[in-house]
């Protein structure tokens, strides 16, 4: 069977004699014995029988959990950045190196996660990621130097990494491919839901200037507790995936079939919650592409050993896949680092903007650009330097980021019956005039309007990115470009809000020429990628 399908479905005769011999019975790879003589079917065929229903909407509302609240850590900085200006002692360009610590972390954390998610499963990988993200979030609270909170936010990036990648995975392998992109896409939603509740909860604390605990070496004040409830969210979501399984088709790599055919059957009675008929499948076989995976783990391998094989296989990855799909990475990479550095960039910054705008509205009546705001602002700083963040600046970001939702609700719908090349092409190229539209704004509700419509198409760009990759690369070299674009992805978003914070206060016109640059530099990208298939067939 081909492996360029998009589920790798294949179905094998036999292995070496003897490759079994050392296996706990409990690991079947192969077949299950049955107690007629049916004829095994495929994992997807097994997997089709169990359906999809309430098991995978329900999962979907526990995965944007979990989606939320790395959306909620990845830019929780960015809104107490104005107001930690004078505890920090922090300027523009020191602004934007805080911002881009948690995505420093994914950097480093996005080839770790990939490897553990391979050998240890979907599942741990997202709990480990939310636990982590709780601990690092509590320590961030306590911070009282800029050091040790730079530190604490880049553990926060390195964690947030694993589940932002992984649940979009894990999800995955429990739906069918004729459902896959639609709920992805909705998972997306969950993101821009988190979007939403960050400036919503840090208009609501931070403006209110609340004082705990002040000494000369303590201060626990309205900021740090906006960063304290941040880590509700990532506690709620490691409870809530516990309560899950392992992903099927995970187990069915591993070669534990039975234990996968149970979960595939707890889904089928969930889905059928008032059938009388009980799950047809009593055998299957692993897909293809299943045999070489769980080869590595044959015999009981020390986990040492597995991570160095494994490592073997990313590199002899990365040579394949710069080898034999040199275009298509080279292109998807390009495309997710102009994206992320300029979505990622407006994000983080809208806050700061609009601080400054409300600054600027308190001793101006006439309506401006909002760049020419910010030189204002620049200009009679030292004024406003012990001035209580105003909650203007945050709803502008939740107005903002709330201007993904409709968007991504009519992607998630016609996904199934449009090109997603032409969709990447709206996503790339309609920002670009967006972005340059700004400079010739004439007061905040304009550029507010405009934020929200560059943001909006944005958005969409890294989960149809996500729901191509299947089709771009074969399963052998998938988890490796995968990672690749995220990690090229996050470089991105570094690169975008330092050169933003380094620019925006020597040149806040020519960063928005710079976004639209970086869009339109996506928008040509797109026009190297193959054709891509509509929905899922």
């Not at 509302?61 to 920090?88: K, Q, R, Y």
């Not at 931070?206 to 303590?218: G, T």
């Not at 909006?456 to 988890?479: D, K, M």
């Not at 640059?517 to 067939?537: D, E, N, Q, R, W």
């Amino acid at each position: 069977m081909d492996n360029h399908h998009i589920d790798g479905v294949g179905r094998f005769s036999m292995l070496a004699q003897g490759a079994l011999d050392e296996v706990p019975s409990d690991i079947n790879i192969g077949v299950r014995k049955s107690e007629n003589d049916d004829s095994p079917v495929t994992f997807e065929e097994a997997q089709n029988e169990s359906g999809t229903g309430k098991y995978q909407i329900v999962l979907l509302v526990v995965c944007g959990l979990v989606n939320m609240s790395c959306a909620i850590s990845t830019t929780a900085v960015s809104f107490i950045s104005p107001a930690a200006e004078v505890d920090f002692d922090l300027n523009s360009t020191t602004k934007g190196i805080l911002n881009g610590a948690p995505f420093l972390g994914m950097v480093l954390g996005a080839y770790f996660w990939g490897i553990f998610g391979d050998l240890k499963g979907r599942r741990l990988v997202i709990l480990g990621s939310m636990g982590m993200d709780t601990f690092f979030t509590i320590l961030s609270s306590l911070a009282q130097h800029v050091g040790l909170f730079f530190i604490l936010r880049v553990g926060n990036g390195f964690a947030i990494i694993g589940a932002t990648c992984m649940v979009y995975v894990y999800l995955g392998e429990f739906l069918t491919p004729s459902k896959r992109d639609s709920y992805l896409l909705f998972l997306e939603l969950y993101w821009a839901l988190g979007m939403m509740v960050g400036p919503g909860l840090a208009m609501v604390i931070i403006p209110s200037n609340i004082v705990l605990i002040s000494s000369e070496y303590f201060k626990f004040n309205a900021w740090r507790i906006f960063i304290l409830l941040t880590s509700i969210p990532s506690l709620i979501s490691f409870i809530l995936i516990y309560q899950y399984p392992e992903t099927p088709r995970y187990l069915m790599f591993r070669g534990y079939l039975i234990k996968s055919r149970e979960v595939l059957e707890r889904i089928y009675l969930v889905n059928n919650k008032f059938t009388t008929v009980p799950y047809p499948v009593e055998v299957f076989t692993q897909t293809h592409s299943a045999i070489w995976f769980d080869t590595g783990f044959i015999g009981g391998i020390p986990f040492m050993k597995n991570v160095k094989r494994r490592l073997t296989v990313l590199k002899n990855g990365h040579i394949t896949l710069f080898s034999e799909y040199f275009r298509n990475i080279i292109v998807a990479c390009i495309i997710e680092f102009c994206l992320m550095a300029s979505y990622i960039t407006i994000l983080v910054w809208v806050p700061e903007l609009f601080s400054r705008y409300s600054n600027y509205k308190l001793q101006n009546t006439d309506g401006v650009n909002i760049c020419t705001a910010s030189e204002w602002h620049l200009k009679y700083n030292t004024v406003f330097a012990e001035q209580t963040v105003s909650s203007n600046a945050y709803l502008a970001a939740l107005v903002v980021a709330s201007s993904t939702i409709p968007l991504v609700l009519i992607t998630g719908i016609i996904i199934k019956y449009v090109d997603k090349k032409l969709l990447l092409f709206m996503t790339c190229g309609i920002p670009a005039i967006f972005a340059l539209l700004v400079s010739s704004t004439q007061n905040d509700l304009q550029a507010e309007l405009l934020c929200c419509l560059f943001e909006g198409f944005t958005a969409l760009t890294e989960p149809i990115i996500f729901c191509t990759i299947v089709e771009l690369f074969p399963s052998n070299v998938r988890g490796v470009a995968f990672s690749m674009i995220v990690m090229t992805g996050r470089l991105g978003a570094i690169f975008g809000i330092i050169v933003f914070g380094i620019l925006i206060d020597r040149s806040c016109f020519m960063t928005f020429y710079g976004l639209a640059l970086l869009v339109l530099i996506a928008f040509i990208a797109v026009a190297f990628l193959p054709k891509l298939k509509i929905g899922g067939h």
